[in-house]
């Protein structure tokens, strides 16, 4: 699987799809998530969850992480409007000292005004190296990105983290959203994150909204923005830009 890994990204075979990000008051698409998408010849569609672990684990992940980012800002540059575009980084990514640099330099070709850009980090990103990811994290911030933490509540460390880093935002871990309504004790979770992110200057963002129940839960908790099956599923380049051309 590493060699055809290496050929379906020398040979552009991994796609980008892109999920809508919703503002929950007035419900308009505020942006949208790349997320990769690989189809394999003969094993068919393959997921991230299963080839960025090995894009991780043989260094792949550097030149692959480049690539998601320019294809991403050239993506949401044709798209306008001025909605943003987020992309997931890997942990792995930290360990180049380069990496501020290397976004920087993309930002700047692409073209996009950096605060259109968001960054997806998960709070393990911040337990190894503190202080050098930290240090990363802020020279990031300082070309205008924004740094989100994603999935956050599913990690040991996700409490540990936001003391250490202001991000902008907090993405709300699908494992909550899901159980919103099922389970009494998740709708406490969530109300606490959501005090918390915001309390703390955060943009509040829910993940894996799958039910009208659940978007209205949020809605009347004042959660910020919503991302999931029932708005909207990751879909390829040109179907997002229809949607971003359909009037309200
Ligand atoms: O889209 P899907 O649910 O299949 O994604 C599974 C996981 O893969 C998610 O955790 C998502 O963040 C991650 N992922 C998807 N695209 C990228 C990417 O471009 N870079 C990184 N580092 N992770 C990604
Ligand atoms: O870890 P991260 O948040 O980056 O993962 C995003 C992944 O979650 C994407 O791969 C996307 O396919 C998936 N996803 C997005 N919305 C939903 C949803 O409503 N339900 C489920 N089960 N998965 C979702
Ligand atoms: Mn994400
Ligand atoms: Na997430």
């Not at 942006?31 to 690989?38: C, D, H, K, M, S």
């Not at 909605?83 to 980084?89: D, E, P, Q, S, T």
């Not at 990363?136 to 989100?148: C, Q």
């Not at 997002?240 to 359909?246: F, G, H, K, R």
Request: charged share 25%.
């Amino acid at each position: 699987m590493e060699q055809d890994l290496r050929t379906a990204i020398k040979t552009r075979a991994l796609a980008l799809h892109y999920q809508p990000l919703f503002t929950i008051q007035d419900q308009k698409i505020l942006g949208f998530e790349a997320l990769l998408r690989w189809r394999h010849a003969e094993r068919g569609y393959i997921s991230p969850t299963e080839f960025i672990p090995l894009a991780e684990e043989t260094g792949m992940i550097f030149g692959l992480g480049e690539w998601v980012l320019e294809q991403a800002c050239a993506d949401a540059l044709a798209w306008g409007g001025g909605r943003k575009i987020a992309v997931n980084l890997s942990s792995i990514q930290f360990r180049d000292p380069n990496l501020p640099a290397t976004i920087g330099a993309i930002i700047k070709r692409s073209g996009l005004p950096a605060d259109r850009l968001e960054l997806e980090v998960n709070a393990g990103v911040l337990i190894e190296d503190t202080d050098a990811v930290m240090g990363m994290l802020v020279e990031i911030r300082a070309l205008g990105v924004r740094i989100s933490m994603d999935d956050f509540g599913t990690g040991f460390s996700s409490l540990s983290s936001l003391k250490r880093f202001p991000f902008d935002k907090i993405k709300i871990g699908r494992a909550f959203v899901s159980q919103l309504l099922a389970d009494n004790e998740d709708g406490v979770t969530v109300k606490a994150i959501l005090a918390l992110g915001h309390s703390m200057g955060m943009v509040a963002s829910a993940e894996g909204v799958e039910s009208a129940e659940q978007f209205d839960y949020l809605h009347l908790e004042g959660c910020d923005e919503a991302q999931g099956f029932l708005l909207g599923r990751p879909m390829p380049f040109e179907y997002a830009l229809a949607l971003c051309n359909v009037p309200d």
